[in-house]
């Protein structure tokens, strides 16, 4: 629930700027980070050659694709792709409210994790709006079912992910990450975890526009006899379910507030976390929305108590 579990409202000190490929167009591009008021939640401008400029809201209801990544907008429009890395790095430094200015139509993949993310926030500071900071508060066991795999939301007296991948091949095979999240966790054992791919997979990916921009550099690349090709290896052990497990907590800060619950999935991906997300927040007696009572250095889950009644015009409403 954030690096502190802060009861205010947080964003930006100063602007912070980046620079990279995007994984899968193979573009160069830029995006710069820049503080924002409160209750703006994080907003994409996309910003194009010509001086147009146009503002996604970094919400569930914005998703329009999740093959391969997640995409806020329309695919064949205005739409900023590979969005997962950065929205975890904002959540894992509890970062509210943000406006991401970018040059191009995906956001840069960078060394394939969120850790080069999480160090320009910290470089830029953050502070605090006397504003107060909601959160989705899971009140009942929310299910769904893609084929073989499955995730859902349980109530839970914190924020807990219980994230299990099950490979064919021998070098991934089963893997499972279960633990309590907040930032401090986040940047210990999931920061650093890098995307990852097979070779067999190449050809059909670029024939499909994806993987265009995926090198050495930010994937983890399988070879066909079950070899990781990275000279330096893996970060991790079992990196490849942290990853996974990264993925989720970006794709899930698309509820437009940080949840309390556990999260739970089993051969999950980008597809199956947005349905989760959406099965939870369409369903009104599912969840409640909560926030601090009072300000303090640090607050726990007891101290939430329930706000009054969503409006239209919340950021966790689809």
Request: charged share 25%; aromatic share 8%.
């Amino acid at each position: 629930m954030g690096t502190e579990l802060l009861g205010y409202q947080a964003t930006l000190c100063d602007k912070a700027e980046l620079s990279g490929i995007g994984v899968h167009s193979g573009e160069q591009v830029s995006i710069c980070l820049l503080p924002a008021a409160p209750n703006t939640g994080v907003k994409f401008r996309r910003i194009y050659e010509d001086g147009t400029i146009a503002d996604l809201t970094a919400v569930a209801g914005q998703v329009g694709a999740t093959d391969l990544c997640t995409m806020l907008g329309d695919p064949a429009g205005v739409h900023v792709a590979t969005v997962e890395h950065l929205m975890a790095a904002f959540w894992a430094t509890g970062l509210d409210n943000v406006v991401v200015e970018i040059d191009g139509d995906e956001v840069p993949v960078m060394d394939g994790s969120s850790r080069v993310f999480i160090d320009a926030i910290d470089e830029a500071g953050i502070t605090h709006h006397a504003v107060k900071r909601r959160y989705v508060r899971v009140k009942k066991t929310v299910r769904v079912e893609i084929g073989g795999s499955w995730a859902e939301f349980r109530p839970h007296q914190g924020t807990r992910f219980e994230v299990v991948i099950d490979f064919d091949t021998p070098l991934i095979g089963r893997q499972e990450f279960k633990s309590e999240v907040d930032g401090n966790v986040f940047r210990a054992e999931l920061a650093n975890a890098r995307t990852f791919g097979f070779m067999k997979d190449v050809e059909r990916l670029w024939a499909s526009g994806h993987a265009l921009g995926s090198s050495l550099e930010n994937s983890v690349v399988i070879s066909d006899d079950n070899k990781v090709i990275n000279r330096e290896g893996l970060r991790f052990r079992d990196e490849f379910v942290r990853h996974k497990t990264l993925d989720a907590v970006g794709d899930l800060a698309l509820a437009g507030a940080q949840f309390i619950g556990c999260y739970a999935s089993y051969r999950g991906g980008h597809r199956l976390n947005a349905a989760a997300l959406k099965a939870l927040l369409t369903d009104r007696t599912a969840y409640e929305v909560v926030e601090t009572p009072e300000k303090r250095e640090r607050v726990y889950s007891g101290d939430f108590v329930a706000v009054a009644a969503v409006q239209a015009h919340a950021p966790w409403v689809l």
